[in-house]
T-cell receptor, first 113, second 116 residues
Framework: DAGITQSPRYKITETGRQVTLMCHQTWSHSYMFWYRQDLGHGLRLIYYSAAADITDKGEVPDGYVVSRSKTENFPLTLESATRSQTSVYFC????????????FGSGTQLSVL | KQEVTQIPAALSVPEGENLVLNCSFTDSAIYNLQWFRQDPGKGLTSLLLIQSSQREQTSGRLNASLDKSSGRSTLYIAASQPGDSATYLCAVRPQKYGGSQGNLIFGKGTKLSVKP
């Protein structure tokens, strides 16, 4: 199906483990984003990518790594998970342009025990 | 630094009522403002996008207005229905703070409950 898909939908892991969250979009959107959503903080940008092989930090990048070897994929890796990284993670994408709408995936609920 | 505020944090209304959700932002230098809907356990769905040169946008029972000079936007929902129950978030795309190209600054949302 067309759209933006995230996997897994739910993930439980332990502190210190490496975790990768996947994001795939079928629209060939140039821009892709990773947000985390936490009570009291709202949505915060972790990393974004303007095109394949171009990534940059957002507001809260520490402890996360991203890559974008293909336009359609934008995985987010937690190198050594911590309890503070327990959150709901959303991937989003949009076309290039100042006034393009942002489209979100359904999210990954991550619990770090 | 751009900040986006939504008041109230929660709102409960009876079915059929017209209602207004409020959003304010601190810096008027924006490209656009977007309103999103988020259902429990789901991602965000874009409802309306108002460009900085526009005053309002309409989609069905939804009407969003933008007063850039005062840093305010409202989302008007006509004849509310139980199916409108969700959290509504507004977000601005600032022209400054361009390090995060295309980054939206989100408010924390208004949780709307429409009772039958």
């Amino acid at each position: 199906d067309a759209g933006i898909t995230q996997s897994p939908r739910y993930k439980i892991t332990e502190t210190g483990r490496q975790v990768t969250l996947m994001c795939h979009q079928t629209w060939s959107h140039s821009y892709m984003f990773w947000y985390r959503q936490d009570l009291g903080h709202g949505l915060r940008l972790i990393y974004y990518s303007a095109a394949a092989d171009i990534t940059d930090k957002g507001e809260v990048p520490d402890g996360y790594v991203v890559s974008r070897s293909k336009t359609e994929n934008f995985p987010l890796t937690l190198e050594s998970a911590t309890r503070s990284q327990t959150s709901v993670y959303f991937c989003a994408s949009r076309l290039t342009g100042a006034n393009e709408k942002l489209f979100f995936g359904s999210g990954t609920q991550l619990s770090v025990l | 630094k751009q900040e986006v505020t939504q008041i109230p944090a929660a709102l409960s209304v009876p079915e059929g009522e017209n209602l207004v959700l409020n959003c304010s932002f601190t810096d008027s230098a924006i490209y656009n403002l977007q309103w999103f809907r988020q259902d429990p356990g789901k991602g965000l769905t874009s409802l309306l996008l108002i460009q900085s040169s526009q005053r309002e946008q309409t989609s069905g029972r939804l009407n969003a207005s933008l007063d850039k000079s005062s840093g305010r936007s409202t989302l008007y929902i006509a004849a509310s229905q139980p199916g409108d129950s969700a959290t509504y978030l507004c977000a601005v795309r600032p022209q400054k703070y361009g390090g995060s190209q295309g980054n939206l600054i989100f408010g924390k949302g208004t949780k709307l409950s429409v009772k039958p």
